[in-house]
C-alpha cells in the first residue's frame, strides 16, 4: 500500500500588536472580562475581533478595579489579520464606546507580552481638595471638601519607597501569592486645587493605591500622625489601617518594559489630559 502523503495547510503569519487605551472607568466593573458584568476587556476583544475578523484576547500590563481609570494603559493580543495600523486605529476606535478609545497601535515582536514583560507600572491619583463638590469632573476625580495638611501627607508618602511588604495595603480579596512590592517613587504635590499621588512600582496589589490613598487621607486630615503610615505597613494587618480611597480619583497612566521593547512603544502624554501635568 503506498504511503498518503497529508499536506499541511498553509496558515497567515502571526502579528503581535500593542496598544495604549485611555477609558473612564465608571461604567465599567474593572478590566477584566466577566460573565456578568461588563468589563473593558470584553468591549476592547469585541470591537478588535470585528476589525480582524477573528476572535482575539487582549492582555493588559495591569487590572483596574471598578470605577477605575486609564490614560496609558498597555496592551497586546495577537492575530492573523493583517491591517495598516491607520486602519485598525480608526476601525477599533469606530465600534468602541465614547468611554474606551485607543491612543495608538503599534505591531511589536513576536515575545512582547504587556503583562508578563512589564518592569514598572504607574498609576495617579488625583483629589479635588475644596469645599464645593465637582460637575464636569464628577466620578473623574476624588473629592475631599475639608482641608487636608499636604505636608504631613507628603512626608508620609516619601518613607513607602523602597521594597516593603505591603499586606496592610491589600484587599483581602489580593490573589497575589506574595505581598512584596518594591516601589521606586511615591510624590504627592499639589496642582492648583488638585492633589496629585504620583506612584511606580513593580508591580501593585489589589487595592493597593486606594488603601495607601485612603491612610494618607487620615493623616491629612490629622486623624493619624505621618509616622503612622509605616507603623501600619509593619503590622502586615489590612485590617488596622483606614477605609480604602474611592476608585473614581485613579488613573493607570504607564507601564515600562525593558529598552529593546520600550523604545519601539510611542511615547504619549501621561496624565489625565485635562489636569496638563508634565511627564
Known sequence: MS???TIEPERSPTYT????????????????RQREVLGVQEALE??????????????????????????????????????????WLRGVNSLLPDDIALRWIQPMPADFHARFGAIARRYRYITL??????????HQVTHIYEPLDLAAMQKAAAD?????????YRAAA???????????????????QFIVFDIQADGFLHHMVRNLMGTLYAIGRHELEPADFLNIL???DRTIAPPT???????????YYPEHFQRLLPQAPLTPIWLNLPD
Not at 21 to 29: A, D, N, P, R, S
Open 3 to 5: 504511503k498518503i502523503e
Open 17 to 32: 500588536l500593542a496598544i495604549a487605551i485611555e477609558f473612564l472607568g465608571t461604567h465599567y466593573h474593572g478590566w477584566q
Open 46 to 87: 469585541t470591537a478588535i475581533g470585528k476589525v480582524a475578523n477573528e476572535s482575539v484576547e487582549v492582555i493588559a500590563a495591569g487590572r483596574t478595579d471598578a470605577s477605575v481609570h486609564a490614560s496609558n494603559m498597555i496592551a497586546h493580543f495577537t492575530t492573523h489579520a493583517y491591517r495598516p495600523t491607520h486602519n
Open 129 to 138: 481638595n475644596q469645599a464645593q463638590r465637582p460637575a464636569i469632573l464628577n
Open 160 to 168: 513607602i519607597v523602597g521594597t516593603h511588604n505591603f499586606s496592610s
Open 174 to 192: 489580593c490573589q497575589s501569592n506574595q505581598p512584596v512590592r518594591t516601589v521606586s517613587h511615591a510624590d504627592l504635590f499639589a496642582h492648583g
Open 234 to 236: 509593619s503590622k502586615e
Open 245 to 255: 480611597a474611592s476608585g473614581d480619583g485613579l488613573y493607570f497612566i504607564n507601564a
